[in-house]
């Protein structure tokens, strides 16, 4: 094992490290299964990012090469017993045994490799502030120029493409992609997805938003004309009432309290592959947490009983995708200061079958636990 930590030392100051996994789980349960470390060069610093896939949700921390070390020698073996560092020109795989026996075998590439220290550079590639859609939607001068006010917002759409990205980027289609974008708003992030979607992943797609405020509906569907954008278009139409019959991709951000809950039941209906929403506002379940008088030494507290109620909303929603076959994440959203309505939902459509009787179980713990007669979302998909 010191022989593999000192290969990793030494290519990490010769910068010929160009990538590194930890797989094989020294306990079959834990919750971590692997973690893929990459170098990084932020502000001119070279560090490693480690990305450490969980079960439901990945994490991403950048070390120098110090820390590097230390946390590696904290992962393997007690927790990893298997990792490939991949070199310029070697791979080398440390093999640990059950019973703590150590094997390195190396390997020279035949093929031509270099580092990749792209971090910060990559995200401006998803969007371009220089399409014109964004002079129209506001956010850049008619040079493509992203005004003072709009560079924050700008930032949150390159992290949510960034984000998009990863999702879809793995996924195979057949044909042209159904999205449907509930509750699009302004239509920031509908455009962000149309841009990455058909300029860099070059898929065909048909975007819908559907907004029920007709001044951005037409608004945007101007837009959509005056720049000849094919496969977008904004639907005057409560979530609600909007029943794709083909979906692929449903995506709902911020959606009102329950309107998420629609547009989950309706990709859920129409068999999406992936669903995507940032929950808004969540009334429905502090209201029956709170008609329950079920409060406890935390939840006197309004803000507190607020908070559980947000997290007790999306648990359900997870474990009701989790019902139908999706394997569900949760993970931070584009952060947005003093609010807590970063949570992003990730349901991804599986074929292993699910135990529905354990999650049904699980759900009604929960709601009993915390006085809950019925989730929204439960009712619209009529289990429960
Ligand atoms: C907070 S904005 C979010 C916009 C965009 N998705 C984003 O995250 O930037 C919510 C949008 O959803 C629309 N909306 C709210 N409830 C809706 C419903 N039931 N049906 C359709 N649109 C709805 C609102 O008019 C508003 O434009």
Not at 190 to 201: G, I, R
Not at 216 to 222: A, E, R, T, Y
Not at 357 to 377: S, T, V
């Given at each position: 094992?010191?022989?593999?930590?000192?290969?990793?030392?030494?290519?990490?100051?010769?910068?010929?490290?160009?990538?590194?996994?930890?797989?094989?789980?020294?306990?079959?349960?834990?919750?971590?299964?692997n973690v893929y470390v990459k170098p990084v060069l932020i502000k001119e610093r070279r560090l490693f990012a480690f990305t450490y896939h969980y079960e439901r949700r990945d994490e991403t921390k950048n070390y120098d090469a110090t820390q590097m070390l230390e946390v590696l020698k904290a992962l393997i073996p007690s927790r990893f017993l298997n990792a490939v560092l991949f070199t310029v020109s070697e791979d080398v795989t440390l093999l640990v045994s059950s019973k703590g026996k150590a094997i390195i075998q190396t390997k020279k590439v035949q093929e031509c490799r270099e580092q990749n220290l792209e971090h910060d550079k990559q995200k401006n590639r998803l969007v371009n502030p220089a399409n014109p859609w964004w002079y129209q939607l506001g956010l850049t001068t008619r040079e493509g120029k992203i005004t003072a006010d709009m560079q924050h917002k700008f930032k949150q759409i390159y992290k949510y493409a960034e984000i998009v990205e990863s999702l879809i980027k793995p996924m195979k289609f057949d044909g042209t992609v159904h999205i449907a974008d509930m509750g699009a708003g302004k239509g920031?992030?509908?455009?962000?997805?149309?841009?990455?979607?058909?300029?860099?992943?070059?898929?065909?797609?048909?975007?819908?938003?559907?907004?029920?405020?007709?001044?951005?509906?037409?608004?945007?569907?101007?837009i959509i004309k005056s720049d000849n954008l094919k496969g977008m278009e904004f639907v005057e139409s409560s979530i609600e009432a909007f029943h794709p019959e083909k979906l692929d991709v449903l995506i709902a951000l911020h959606a009102c309290n329950t309107a998420t809950d629609d547009a989950i039941a309706s990709g859920i209906k129409a068999g999406a592959k992936l669903i995507v929403c940032a929950p808004c506002c969540h009334k429905q379940i502090r209201q029956e947490m709170e008609a329950s008088g079920k409060t406890d030494m935390i939840t006197r507290y309004g803000i507190f009983l607020e908070r559980q109620a947000v997290m007790i909303t999306d648990t359900i929603r997870a474990l009701i995708l989790e019902y139908f076959g999706y394997k569900t994440q949760v993970m931070e959203f584009i952060e947005m200061e003093h609010t807590p309505k970063n949570v992003l939902l990730?349901?991804?459509?599986?074929?292993?079958?699910?135990?529905?009787?354990?999650?049904?179980?699980?759900?009604?713990?929960?709601?009993?636990?915390?006085?809950?007669?019925?989730?929204?979302?439960?009712?619209?998909?009529?289990?429960?």
């Open positions: 094992m010191e022989r593999f930590f000192r290969y990793v030392t030494e290519a990490a100051e010769q910068s010929i490290l160009v990538k590194m996994t930890l797989s094989k789980p020294a306990d079959k349960h834990d919750e971590l299964r920031y992030l509908t455009f962000a997805l149309y841009e990455l979607l058909t300029q860099k992943l070059n898929l065909d797609v048909l975007i819908k938003g559907v907004e029920i405020r007709s001044d951005l509906v037409l608004k945007i569907n101007d990730v349901g991804r459509k599986s074929e292993k079958p699910v135990d529905k009787q354990a999650i049904l179980e699980e759900i009604n713990a929960l709601k009993q636990r915390f006085g809950i007669k019925k989730h929204y979302l439960e009712t619209l998909l009529k289990i429960g």
